[in-house]
């Protein structure tokens, strides 16, 4: 078993993270990378993390350097054709799901050339993501005319519905991605998807969502959008003018009845889930259509990208939380697959019946079991969306864990409840004994709660501990304090002595100097 984490995507130096990013914008599984020398380590990465990559070289003269294929972690395979100087590449159309190409912009002759052979050779759909040098002007060639940043997103748009810049904290280097549209004619597309979509006061991100299921190559779809007792976004829905949108309002009961309530007023064979604020990429509901049909699965799954974005919107970091095949028994004990990147057929609900009404959180966790004991999941690798994770002031708002300690007492008590339905699962005795060797070798949610717990009464221990502390601190500060006004006073009454003794010496003595009351009284220090 692989589990990617943060602690494994740590980036440092300008290098590795452009190559963190680009690798991490990759979409579907395909990859094409075009570029010189350096494109080495940016295949060994991408491949690292699963993707199959193809990578073309070409030196600054546009001739061919060197060409390798990577499927994995293996860099031997070898392949040639020309980009620089304008010869076509050496693939079919559509042959990739994305393409990136790095400093061989900055060498190509016929930018426009370079250009429409990448967008020939990725699908409709796919991504073409590009590293440019952080210049005013970008050069399409070493000593030729440079052109800016905005003919250069004009030449893009040729390719695309939209041009987006990516926040990259280097000094050198700017990377922008396009998810090429091609005009194609439609295809006769014969299974309709239900694309279940519960909102709670969600007007500030569904745009996005709702945008990213309009984009997608197979359009046989219906999204069904449930307000459960928030504001109201009619009007957001009213803006996109699609009959395939459908809304309804229900009573504040929770996302699973929301849910629920979408899935009755419901009618395709498939069926799909998307929460507000996530991003489908377009190609998703393709990739899975396509595994459900043509390999026969009931249940699918693809892989997803975990999102940071602080309280402006900007993107703090991106990486794979997990990304390999996941087995029944697995799911006994943790989720491992992202609820929206589903898709199941609407026949398996009349065996698992529908989301657990009661569960305040987990329910994908509960529904991801039910389900894969009723079909066994198929993983495509595919990365087909992004599901955002938000942070105000450095912390979480929107994922699970911030419940640990907001309310542990909800928290537990829905792990127990889906913990204690294990029993109903359609578990034989292997696959159980599977799941507790999983439990020996990892932690489940009912550790990691455990474990969070005791690591929050820990802080909070040492929070009264430091609050102990520093009220000791102001108490001594406020002694301090009373300490020098009585010095202070007491220096005040000699002042007043001192003028006293000089006045009478002065009425005893008029004629005598000043020196004479020259014996100077003690003084306070403060």
């Keep these: 078993m692989q589990e990617i984490n943060e602690s494994a995507q740590k980036i440092d130096g300008s290098e590795s993270v452009y190559i963190h990013l680009l690798s991490h914008l990759i979409e579907g599984q395909r990859v094409l990378i075009i570029g010189r020398k350096k494109i080495n380590r940016l295949c060994s990465e991408s491949a690292k993390i699963g993707f199959d990559v193809i990578g073309a070289y070409t030196n600054d003269a546009g001739a061919p350097l060197d060409e390798g294929s990577a499927i994995g972690s293996d860099l031997t395979n070898r392949i040639q054709f020309l980009i620089a100087e304008g010869a076509n590449l050496a693939f079919h159309d559509s042959s990739f799901d994305s393409a990136i190409i790095t400093e061989a912009l900055h060498t190509a002759i016929d930018l426009k050339k370079v250009l429409d052979e990448t967008a020939r050779v990725v699908r409709n759909g796919g991504r073409i993501i590009v590293l440019v040098e952080n210049r005013d002007h970008i050069s399409s060639a070493e000593h030729t005319e440079s052109i800016s940043k905005e003919l250069f997103d004009a030449e893009l748009m040729q390719y695309t519905r939209k041009v987006t810049w990516h926040d990259l904290p280097s000094e050198k280097w700017h990377v922008c991605s396009i998810f090429v549209h091609k005009h194609d004619e439609k295809r006769k597309e014969k299974n309709?998807?239900?694309?279940?979509?519960?909102?709670?006061?969600?007007?500030?991100?569904?745009?996005?969502?709702?945008?990213?299921?309009?984009?997608?190559?197979?359009?046989?779809?219906?999204?069904?959008?449930?307000?459960?007792?928030?504001?109201?976004?009619?009007?957001?829905?009213?803006?996109?003018?699609?009959?395939?949108?459908?809304?309804?309002?229900?009573?504040?009961?929770?996302?699973?009845?929301?849910?629920?309530?979408?899935?009755?007023?419901?009618?395709?064979?498939f069926i799909g889930y998307l929460d507000d604020d996530d991003i489908l990429y377009p190609i998703h509901l393709e990739v899975l259509i396509k595994a459900a049909t043509d390999q026969g699965c009931d249940f699918i799954y693809v892989d997803w990208y975990e999102v940071c974005r602080d309280e402006f919107g900007g993107e703090i970091k991106r990486y794979f939380e997990y990304r390999n095949d996941v087995s029944p028994s697995m799911l006994i004990l943790k989720n491992y697959?992202?609820?929206?990147?589903?898709?199941?057929?609407?026949?398996?609900?009349?065996?698992?019946?529908?989301?657990?009404?009661?569960?305040?959180?987990?329910?994908?966790?509960?529904?991801?079991?039910?389900?894969?004991?009723?079909?066994?999941?198929?993983?495509?690798?595919?990365?087909?969306?992004?599901?955002?994770?938000?942070?105000?002031?450095?912390?979480?708002?929107?994922?699970?864990?911030?419940?640990?300690?907001?309310?542990?007492?909800?928290?537990?008590?829905?792990?127990?409840?889906?913990?204690?339905?294990?029993?109903?699962l359609h578990a034989d005795e292997m696959e159980l004994n599977e799941s507790i060797s999983e439990a020996m070798l990892s932690f489940s949610y009912y550790h990691q709660f455990k474990i969070n717990q005791i690591l929050h009464e820990r802080e909070m221990s040492l929070n009264k501990d430091k609050s102990e502390l520093i009220s000791q601190l102001q108490s001594l500060n406020k002694d301090k304090s009373e300490l020098i006004s009585q010095l202070q006073s007491l220096n005040k009454d000699k002042s007043e002595l001192i003028s006293q003794l000089q006045s009478l010496s002065q009425t005893a003595h008029p004629a005598a100097s000043s020196g004479a009351c020259s014996r100077r009284l003690p003084s306070f220090e403060i």
Excluded at 194 to 214: C, H, L, Q, W, Y
Excluded at 369 to 397: K, M
């Design 337 to 424: 697959i992202n609820h929206k990147c589903i898709l199941h057929r609407r026949c398996l609900l009349d065996e698992t019946g529908l989301y657990d009404e009661d569960l305040d959180v987990l329910i994908d966790w509960d529904m991801m079991r039910r389900l894969s004991f009723t079909s066994r999941p198929c993983h495509i690798w595919s990365v087909t969306s992004e599901h955002i994770q938000y942070y105000n002031g450095g912390v979480i708002e929107n994922r699970i864990s911030s419940l640990w300690t907001k309310d542990p007492d909800k928290f537990k008590k829905t792990l127990e409840r889906i913990i204690k339905k294990t029993c109903e």
């Design 192 to 269: 309709k998807i239900d694309i279940i979509m519960p909102t709670f006061n969600g007007r500030r991100s569904i745009r996005k969502a709702i945008e990213s299921v309009i984009y997608q190559t197979y359009q046989n779809w219906n999204l069904i959008v449930v307000n459960d007792g928030g504001e109201d976004i009619k009007d957001v829905i009213d803006e996109f003018s699609d009959s395939r949108i459908k809304y309804i309002c229900s009573e504040h009961k929770g996302k699973s009845h929301a849910i629920n309530v979408g899935i009755k007023c419901s009618s395709g064979e």
